[in-house]
């Protein structure tokens, strides 16, 4: 059974190029354009795995990791906080926040699949 | 006086042998006597005759007269004496000749007795004179002395003393006091000098108003210029203490520059490393090198920040000698501001670049992995060539990001002891495929054991795979390049040798400055964005280290960058020790 990965993207370029990505490498993709939508679908989608960007509307990255970590039912879903911020005081807010790992846009089909790979397998 | 002398005594002589002869008449030798009278009688006459032709003396010319006389009457006597009975001889002489005789003799003496005073009286005389001729003598003698003193007083009142004067008026203008004259009181030589001495004296006063004036001049515009620069000048004392403060000093420090002056220099200006800056320039008669001053002075006044970037230069006379400091801070406080926006506006294009460059890439990507479709050669080639342009983009996106969060401070350093080989190894593992493909040969140069460096092994390993990746794109195939690691004192120098085409001298300082490249004709393809040297100056810098170049056209380039030993280590090696 294939994994299902939940992306957290307002950017259609972006979320068509993931989708496609990770979609040839056998995942089962949901997208959630904001923040709202995203703690939703964790609930009814259910995701190995959540790619989460962190400017998004409505409710930002760091809320929706800290709520998602916060949450017993879903703190042991692993994320992978995808953003074009490259500061590293943000790098460390969202590792200390519970973020499994932080990749810097912009990254290439086989950086992604690396890293999607190596979380959801753990 | 000498004849007199003999004279008187040949007379007396005379009249005792007329004595003789008739004394030895008397007693019986008659013959002898005779002839004794005669031959005498001729001299005695010829002597009287000479007494009586020489009179010089008062009561002689009697004597002669009474000698004169006598004579005539002794004669008669001795023809009586002769003619007298041989028996009676003796009393006839006793009782008529040796009266007569006495009397002569007698006169005799007298005569004797005048002359001999008269001789006394000429040795007196001469005696008397001879003295006055000593004491004239001594006398003139004296009065040439005394005149020549007199004379050589004047002379010496009517040449030297003019001269002190000149010597003494010398000496005041030697001391600047140009308005001393000299007194012209005669028309010879001395006064004509003086005449000439007064002239120079006054040339000389005008050529001096003339500099004055010029010089007020010059201070007038120097002045000018100090008061209406928007610099702050502080001058200070060898001592550090403050001499001048120009209004914008005054502004920025809040405090007058009459109230300043006498000041020690942190009174005025409350920074420790800003007066560490200026002793050590009063003390070594030099201005702190350019990385000492790289970080600007930050003076907080109330809610305001102004930021000064420093200069200090010693302030010297002709000779050399120090009379002070002059520090200039220039304020960059709306440098600074423009800085900060310039690196905001980085910051959010960078990010901004960050969000199309994925979807670029990613598309890129999928399209060469080939999962929406098969592509031909040529779209593969042209798919490929965008790729590397989009990875391109995106590294300079990267590297500008970096180099604005360092430049803002923000770009954490996190230092910890570490071994330099090993970042140094490890740095060019990243590079060893693309080394390998280029066709260069990468040598490792470790002098001895370097000690552990404080750094942040990330960003370390970044500013060598930087100035390697450097190397390697300007090294052609069958080059070299060698990393070197080597401790020197204090410092581990890393350095990284190429066999490229060098850099010439004119931008071997440039070349660490943002945005430059070494144009060159008929080089295409092999540059970049000119940000890495940068950021890797920044980085060195943020360790407490430096990074040069040394280069020859032709030849290559070795870039060199120090780090600090560990502090750690050095502390345990001195327990050790």
Redesign the interface.
């Known amino acids: 059974m294939s994994k299902k990965v939940l992306v957290v993207e307002d950017i259609k370029n972006i979320i068509m190029v993931i989708r496609m990505a990770l979609e040839a490498r056998g995942y089962q993709v949901m997208v959630a354009q904001d923040g709202v939508t995203a703690m939703q679908e964790v609930f009814s989608f259910k995701p190995d795995l959540i790619l989460l960007d962190l400017v998004i509307p409505k409710l930002d990255g760091f809320m929706v990791l800290e709520g998602l970590k916060k949450d017993e039912k879903t703190k042991d879903i692993p994320v992978v906080v995808v953003s074009a911020k490259a500061a590293e005081e943000d790098i460390k807010r969202a590792k200390e926040l519970g973020a499994d790992e932080y990749l810097v846009k912009p990254f290439t089909p086989e950086e992604l699949a690396e890293v999607v790979g190596r979380v959801a397998g753990q | 006086m000498q004849e007199l002398r003999e004279r008187g005594h040949s007379e007396a002589r005379r009249i005792a042998t007329n004595f003789f002869t008739t004394t030895m008449y008397l007693f019986g030798q008659e013959k002898q006597g005779e002839d004794l009278f005669n031959s005498t009688e001729a001299t005695f006459l010829e002597n009287y005759a000479q007494a009586k032709d020489n009179i010089t003396e008062v009561g002689e010319q009697e004597i002669i007269e009474s000698i004169g006389k006598l004579y005539p009457e002794y004669l008669l006597l001795f023809d009586r004496l002769r003619a007298a009975d041989r028996e009676t001889p003796s009393e006839f002489y006793l009782n008529t000749v040796k009266p007569h005789l006495d009397e002569t003799k007698k006169e005799c003496r007298n005569l004797l007795r005048i002359n001999q005073n008269a001789m006394l009286r000429a040795e007196k005389q001469a005696r008397r004179r001879s003295d006055y001729a000593i004491y004239s003598s001594i006398s003139v003698l004296a009065l040439v002395i005394i005149f020549g003193l007199l004379f050589g007083f004047k002379i010496s009142r009517f040449i030297i003393r003019p001269l002190h004067r000149f010597i003494l008026a010398t000496r005041e203008i030697g001391d600047g006091r140009l308005d001393y004259a000299v007194q012209e009181e005669s028309q010879d030589e001395i006064g004509l000098l003086a005449q000439e001495f007064n002239k120079m004296a006054s040339r000389l006063r005008e050529y001096q108003a003339m500099n004055l004036e010029r010089l007020i001049a010059e201070q007038k515009k120097t002045s000018v210029i100090v008061d209406t620069i928007d610099d702050c000048i502080i001058v200070a004392s060898p001592d550090n203490r403050i001499t001048l403060l120009n209004p914008a000093a005054e502004n920025a420090f809040g405090i007058r520059e009459d109230l300043a002056k006498g000041k020690h220099f942190l009174e005025v200006v409350n920074d420790e490393r800003l007066l560490s800056l200026v002793k050590k320039t009063a003390e070594i008669g030099q201005g702190p090198a350019a990385e000492e001053v790289e970080k600007p002075l930050v003076v907080r006044r109330g809610d305001t920040e102004q930021a000064f970037r420093i200069r200090i230069n010693p302030l010297k006379t002709e000779t050399g000698k120090m009379i002070g400091t002059v520090t200039v801070l220039q304020d960059i406080t709306h440098l600074r501001e423009v800085d900060r926006l310039k690196s905001d506006f980085v910051s959010a294009v960078s990010?901004?670049f960050?969000?199309?460059?994925?979807?670029?890439?990613?598309?890129m990507?999928?399209l060469l992995?080939k999962?929406?479709g098969e592509i031909n050669e040529k779209q593969k080639e042209l798919l490929e060539a965008t790729k590397e342009d989009?990875e391109r983009l995106?590294h300079l996106v990267?590297n500008l990001?970096d180099l604005s969060?360092i430049e803002s401070g923000?770009?954490?350093i996190d230092i910890a002891p570490i071994d330099p080989v090993q970042i140094a190894k490890v740095s060019v593992d990243l590079l060893r495929k693309q080394i390998d493909e280029k066709g260069v040969e990468l040598v490792f140069d470790i002098q001895g054991l370097p000690s552990l460096v404080d750094a942040d092994a990330d960003k370390i390993g970044w500013v060598v795979s930087n100035i390697v990746g450097n190397a390697l794109r300007y090294t052609e195939s069958g080059g070299k390049i060698t990393l070197g690691v080597t401790q020197k004192g204090e410092r581990v120098h890393i350095s990284v040798q190429d066999t490229g085409p060098g850099i010439p001298k004119e931008y071997q300082d440039k070349i660490f400055e943002k945005f430059f490249q070494v144009k060159r004709k008929g080089v295409v393809g092999a540059r970049g964005a000119g940000i890495g040297l940068a950021i890797s100056k920044e980085i060195v810098r943020a360790h407490g280290g430096s990074i040069w170049v040394e280069s020859e056209e032709g030849k290559g380039s070795k870039f060199i960058f120090t780090l600090p030993v560990s502090k750690q280590r050095i502390g345990k090696d001195t327990v050790n020790e």
Do not use: Q, Y
């Not at chain 2, 960050?354 to 598309?363: D, F, G, K, Q, V």
């Open positions: 990010h901004e960050r969000t199309p460059l994925t979807s670029m890439l990613m598309a990507g999928l992995e999962t929406p989009v995106t990267n990001l969060r923000k770009l954490g």
